[in-house]
């Protein structure tokens, strides 16, 4: 019997159930405890990256509007895998099931789509990942925007990953930071280390985070013909002494870097997402892997961030009148 058990429970015995009996979910992750991987220092701060056939499907989607019209969305239940099994989770947002992630980057890899087909969209949702980050409280929970490596732009979901994997969530405490604002509970800063566009949210309050969320959101530029700015988020929560959670939020100006649509040597197939941009660099292709470096990564991150006089911008509308 399920009932009474806790989500974290039940999400654990879910692993159990579907790698055992749901071939292609359990080769793939048996695969991925053999994946190659290699450890970089961009600025100080660890990155690994990961050679990562199986994520071709995710780094290659077409996220274009006309491809995905044509596609059966994959996150709609009708179209699942009969094996695939989920877990209902109410929300206050919105209703979601809680799936294994047959491709996965982390040894505990989790899909959290709504359960209708509506867009990917984080406003008024965010108080919802928060909340399932606390019940999840062994994993990182992440949304990619939707043109920020959301390979189902038109489903709404977040991801989950175990905890002890992205160099973000094992930094936060030493990250170099300068405070912006402050709400309640709620502390919100810029971030030093690492990339451009970087900003943090500490709380122990749902309510002082959602506000100092709405704020960040509503002074970032929402680009024409979309619907919301361009950012990617990883959010944890530490249940040690009441909750704590953390909020990664990446500022983006760029989907893809041109050295994903370069042809010959120039190309490298890596399209960032909230993973990448917590540490974990996926490559799916092995050329790839061996090509990248540091200098490049470093390309990528510089090339997809906003230029550096538009994040003084954010900064300085986040600190006019909230300190
Ligand atoms: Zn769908």
Known sequence: ??????????????????????????????????????????????????????????????????????????????????????????????????????????????TIPDKSHIKQQIRGRYGDMLDLARLLDEYVLFYNGPRCGASAPDHMHFQAGNKGFLPMEMMAESLEKELLAREGEAELFAVGTYARGVFLIESSSREDAEKLFEGVYSVLPVKEGEWEPMLNILTWCVNAEGARWYTVIFIRDKHRPACYFAQGEENILLSPASVDLGGVFITPLEKDFRKVDVARLKDILDEIAPPAEEIGRIKAALKRGSL
């Open 1 to 110: 019997m399920e009932e009474g058990l806790s989500i974290s429970m039940k999400v654990r015995r879910l692993f159990d159930r579907q790698l055992a009996g749901w071939p292609q979910a359990g080769d793939n992750y048996r695969a991925l405890a053999g994946v190659e991987t290699r450890e970089e220092r961009i600025g100080g701060f660890p990155v690994k990256i990961q050679f990562n056939p199986a994520r071709i499907v995710s780094s290659a989607a077409k996220v274009d509007t006309k491809s995905i019209k044509e596609r059966k969305c994959f996150l709609c239940e009708e179209n699942r895998p009969a094996v695939q099994e989920g877990i209902d989770y109410e929300g206050e947002a919105g209703n979601y099931t809680i799936l294994v992630n047959p491709f996965p980057i982390f040894p505990r890899h989790l």
